[in-house]
């Protein structure tokens, strides 16, 4: 069974910083690029960042560009996000998605889901 | 990077037919079939429900279909039930390598 289980939400002041990591089981998780998508509470879905099956390749959306990096440790099936200079408007439930594949090729769908992590930025 | 355009709200009664809109640009909806739907009960994670457009992924009933026209995505379900109650959003991969997701709909069965 396809897991992906999120940790390291949590409170935390404007400008600092927060790594959240997402674990992955019951799936090949070196094949797959993987995404994190965020959530404001009782707003829509937002994507936010991807990376690619090997590490080498990643995106991520304008509103967090240069302050959010995402790795991965494919020997610990586990992805990251790392986030700096958090402001309140970062507040939201965090995602961590798997992007689908046909044959063996990604296409831009996310078809598993972790249950998310709250991140809270306030002081 | 603007949010894909969908209703805020749609609703219908048990049995009928409702469809769902989602409207992008040429750099995004109209320029791949990269287009996927999601439905979110409350408190709930996403669930993947279409993918290309049209494709059902294994386990998701037929009653859920999709197409595109142009730069709108439209999901149909028919034969609506009690549990189709729920936020759907649309998805697409942009020009700019990055995804958009619609603002949601939420569905209200009567």
């Known amino acids: 069974e396809v897991q992906l289980v999120e940790s390291g939400g949590g409170l935390v002041q404007p400008g600092g910083s927060l790594r959240l990591s997402c674990a992955a089981s019951g799936f090949t998780f070196s094949t797959y690029w993987m995404h994190w998508v965020r959530q404001v509470p009782g707003k829509g879905l937002v994507w936010v960042s991807r990376?690619?099956?090997?590490?080498?390749?990643?995106d991520f959306a304008d509103s967090v560009k240069g302050r959010f990096s995402i790795s991965r440790d494919n020997a610990k099936n586990t992805l990251y996000l790392q986030m700096n200079s958090l402001r309140a408007e970062d507040t939201a439930v965090y995602f961590c998605?798997?992007?689908?594949?046909?044959?063996?090729?990604?296409?831009?769908?996310?078809?598993?889901w972790g249950q998310g992590t709250l991140v809270t930025v306030s002081s | 990077q603007s949010a894909l355009t969908q209703p805020a709200s749609v609703s219908g009664s048990p049995g009928q037919s409702i469809t769902l809109s989602c409207t992008g640009t040429s750099s995004d909806v109209g320029g791949y079939n990269f287009v996927s739907w999601y439905q979110q009960h409350p408190g709930k994670a996403p669930k993947l429900m279409l993918y290309d457009v049209s494709k059902r992924p294994s386990g998701v009933s037929n009653r859920f279909s999709g197409s595109k026209s142009g730069n709108t995505a439209s999901l149909t379900i028919s034969g609506l039930q009690a549990e189709d109650e729920a936020d759907y959003y649309c998805s697409s991969y942009t020009s700019s390598s990055t995804w958009l997701f619609g603002g949601g709909t939420k569905l209200t069965v009567l």
């Open positions: 990376m690619n099956s090997d590490g080498s390749t990643t």
């Open positions: 998605t798997r992007e689908g594949l046909v044959a063996t090729s990604p296409h831009g769908f996310f078809d598993y």
